[in-house]
């Protein structure tokens, strides 16, 4: 993965496959460090805008993803890799701890005798 397509997913808070809540949009960098760098070629190719630092960031500047890096995060964010095929037992294992219902998993799938089995 480029360094450009982890600083805007990290920029806007989504993991490597571009998915999860946006819930924000910056990313703080100073001159000289090769984030910096990255993030200024980002700029150039209109898929960040770029502040001047300030007391607030440290002197460091702040970038933003424009709604065209937005885009370019969906567009080349990889697929994440395919949910692993489960056993009929581990589906039920997962459906009691999502059932939440403070049963043990013996109460929760009516064993009678624990020690039956």
Known sequence: MSDGLHILQHSLGVN???QGAQYRNHFVTGEGSKDHRAC????????????????????????????????HVALKSPAP??????????KRYRDWIRADTGLSFAEWLGVKDRHAW
């Open 16 to 18: 490597q496959y571009g």
């Open 40 to 71: 200024m070629e980002l700029v150039a190719q209109g898929l960040m805008t770029k502040r001047s630092g300030s007391q607030l960031s440290g002197g460091d500047d702040v970038f933003f993803v424009t709604p065209a890096g937005i885009d």
């Open 81 to 90: 890799p395919p949910e692993p095929k489960l056993t009929r037992s581990q």
